[in-house]
């Protein structure tokens, strides 16, 4: 722990606050250099100059938002160990079968493989150096609104509800339970609210803006082909549904093969995504940017952000690394 606070202690004295209108969304905190989602990634991708960062959240047995990616707990804890018969049927355990007493036993550390056991990124913060608590959105809540008050930043929050229709299944109403806290922080009854909830499913985010009134910023994250649960996201990346979804949303994110592709020569060749989605009036997002996973042929890191920042001219990007996004537009600013 100590080494892990010196470490922090470093990356928020040396980092980059960016000073652009576009914006820097840190993926689970600056996830690059630390273990996603913990409140230390948090703390540097404040510093680093994310100007929202986010918050996965699912739900606990005992209905507590909880700052977790997965609906499952054996990807990043020890689960497995300290309650050996509490898995499913599929052999998977799920934060849903646990209060939030429980969880809180557990030890998380960096994300690997529930099978395998190894690393996701090897050369990520190493598995085995660091171990922590899962925490409570309402927790980091209270974080980030100290660390806004101590720098004197405006960071917002950027929470994504995760499986709407797999709570629904387990009894419990994720998107009225989120709702509901975020309302009582003051979150989402104005349009001025830095906060931004996302969702991949469009259900979720019209419930929220139709049916309970949420006047802030809604994202759709888009995804690929069908789902089972009917949503179709061919369809809604279509003009046409791009402007069904601009009447409850405000905001999309789009992964880079909606956007753009490069040839086996490197040359960057685009598609009217963007201009489709600024055309029904949405605000773009584009990434998620990951340093070990460029997109196909794909030259450099540099040419990703070129292409989403300058080319497609988008809003702002989702990243694992807030200060090279940070970086690049501090670079890019200069220059021009």
Not at 4 to 11: F, Q
Not at 116 to 130: M, T, V
């Amino acid at each position: 722990m100590k080494n892990l606070i010196i470490l922090v202690l470093l990356l928020l004295c040396c980092a980059p606050v960016a000073a652009s209108e576009q914006l820097i969304m840190a993926h689970r905190g600056a996830s690059g250099y630390l273990p996603e989602h913990t409140l230390a990634a948090k703390a540097v991708a404040h510093a680093q100059g994310a100007h929202f960062l986010e918050q996965d959240v699912v739900l606990t047995r005992d209905g507590v938002p909880l700052v977790l990616h997965d609906i499952h707990l054996d990807t990043l804890t020890d689960v497995a160990t300290q309650f050996p018969q509490r898995q499913r049927e599929d052999g998977r355990f799920y934060a849903i079968d646990f209060t939030l007493a429980e969880i809180r036993q557990l030890n998380a550390t960096q994300r690997f493989d529930h099978r395998s056991g190894e690393q996701a990124y090897p050369d990520r913060f190493p598995i085995g150096s660091y171990t922590y608590q899962l925490h409570t959105l309402e927790e980091e809540i209270r974080f980030i609104e100290g660390l806004n008050k101590s720098t004197g930043r405006n960071v917002g929050l950027f929470p994504e509800i995760k499986q709407t229709s797999f709570h629904e299944r387990e009894g419990q109403d994720i998107d009225q339970i989120v709702f509901d806290l975020l309302q009582s922080y003051g979150y989402g009854k104005s349009q001025n609210s830095n906060v931004i909830i996302h969702s991949f499913d469009p259900h979720t985010l019209k419930r929220l803006r139709q049916e309970l009134g949420w006047q802030a910023g809604l994202e759709l994250a888009m995804g690929s082909g069908r789902t089972a649960d009917g949503i179709d996201y061919e369809y809604l990346s279509t003009p046409e549904g791009l402007q069904e979804l601009a009447t409850y949303a405000d905001r999309i994110w789009a992964p880079a093969a909606r956007m753009m592709s490069w040839d086996e020569n490197g040359k960057l060749h685009t598609s009217s995504f963007v201009s489709d989605a600024r055309s029904a009036g949405l605000v773009v997002y584009g990434g998620v940017i990951v340093t070990e996973s460029l997109p196909k042929n794909c030259p450099s890191l540099d040419a990703w952000h070129d292409a989403l920042f300058n080319v497609l001219g988008v809003d702002g990007v989702v990243t694992d690394f807030p200060d090279l996004a940070a970086q690049w537009l501090k670079q890019n600013r200069e220059e021009n």
